[in-house]
């Protein structure tokens, strides 16, 4: 049976009348950049996450390139985060002109460890980046605390996180919330995906909302006239348009994609050799991955793709093992919880519309490889 990652065409058979309906009146309107989508979408996505301002940008990527941009990093500013992420994070940092330092994980959830953080900081420290990673949040009241002591802002990266929340002092608190700056990726594998590259900040300060809305147009608020030099990171009003259709589905396919996520502990939760992911009894997760540890991992990798079954490995070499990132000095005492879940993860297909039959057929060959 044929299982990819992800299956977009069913997604977009399911809403297909609602986005057309959407791009079209952009195209008939032609107001392609800052369009009023742009701003219709923002206040959504500043409801959903509970905060007051959102402000849309040209990609995940960006979103956290532009707040590290407004940290003014001098050579040698070091920024705290995770190794084990997309590339794009730590990407940011070294790009904004800051040195990044990466911190060890908790094995468990495979998020920043906030003792690591503690540990990390120096007189050179100027922020760190949170990763929310495959849709659960990192341990941000054992974080807020660390950063508060030391002065720094907390970025949370939350491309992978939109609509994922923690209970913190007895509420949900959502990913984005809490930091100083959330950022949202818009990817299209993302759980909430446009049709090409977008994201989005959000934050509770104003001041710091003015000044990353002007950012991302050239650094002017008022057209030809230049505060500072910012970027070209507009939010396409055609992509707006394309979330706009999508975000009302948005809770339906997190609960979905629990319910999937909840069927395969069921069923893999028996087979010996596969570790299951945990969700930590705080958070509600999103699963933008299913990620499961097990021995041999890549000749597992192999068995699945000979029956047609897709699966992913994030990330077989974290951000401290690349090239670009040989020169900086290593963290005392290495990152052995990150070294050890490169080598062991492996994320299954998990997405809204998979069926049952495709996940039994995942699991039996999972089944099979162990046996
Ligand atoms: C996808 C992703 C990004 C970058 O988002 P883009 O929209 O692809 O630029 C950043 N951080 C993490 C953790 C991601 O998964």
């Known amino acids: 049976m044929n299982v990819p990652m992800l299956d977009l065409q069913a997604q977009h058979e399911t809403i297909k009348a609602d986005v057309m309906a959407r791009v079209a009146s952009v195209v008939e309107r032609q107001q392609f950049i800052m369009g009023p989508e742009v701003g219709e979408l923002e206040c959504q996505v500043a409801g959903l996450c509970q905060v007051p301002y959102a402000i849309g940008c040209a990609s995940g990527t960006d979103a956290l390139l532009l707040p590290l941009k407004t940290l003014d990093l001098q050579p040698g500013d070091e920024v705290i985060t995770t190794a084990f992420t997309f590339f794009a994070t730590a990407g940011a940092i070294h790009n904004a002109g800051g040195t990044p330092v990466f911190v060890d994980i908790d094995p468990v959830t495979f998020n920043i460890d906030p003792d690591a953080i503690a540990r990390a900081i120096t007189p050179r420290t100027r922020a760190m980046v949170v990763v929310h990673l495959y849709g659960q949040m990192a341990a941000m009241e054992r974080i807020l605390p660390v950063a508060a002591a030391a002065g720094l802002p907390v970025i949370e990266d939350a491309a992978q996180a939109i609509g994922a929340r923690r209970q913190v002092d007895g509420a949900w608190r959502m990913a984005g919330e809490l930091g100083h700056v959330g950022t949202i990726s818009f990817f299209p594998s993302k759980n909430l995906g446009g049709w090409g590259d977008g994201g989005m900040m959000v934050c509770r ?127 005392a005492g290495g990152l052995p919880h990150t070294e050890q879940a490169m080598a062991e993860v492996i994320s299954l297909p998990i997405y809204p519309e998979l069926t049952d039959a495709q996940q039994d057929a995942v699991v039996m060959a999972i089944r099979e490889f162990l046996a």
């Open 205 to 331: 300060d104003e001041a710091l909302a003015t000044r990353l809305a002007r950012l991302r147009l050239h650094g002017g608020a008022r057209q030809y006239h230049h505060d500072e030099v910012g970027f070209n990171s507009r939010l396409d009003a055609l992509q707006a348009a394309v979330l706009l259709a999508k975000l009302p589905h948005l809770a339906n396919w997190s609960a979905a994609r629990r319910e999937r996520a909840a069927r395969y502990d069921r069923l893999l939760g028996e087979v010996p050799g596969v570790v299951t992911p945990v969700v930590d009894p705080a958070n509600e997760a999103i699963f933008h991955q299913y990620t499961i540890r097990v021995p041999r991992r890549d000749a597992l990798r192999e068995h699945l793709t000979a029956r047609g079954i897709a699966s992913m490995v994030y990330y077989p070499v974290a951000l401290h093992r690349q090239p670009c990132f040989a020169h900086l000095q290593p963290i």
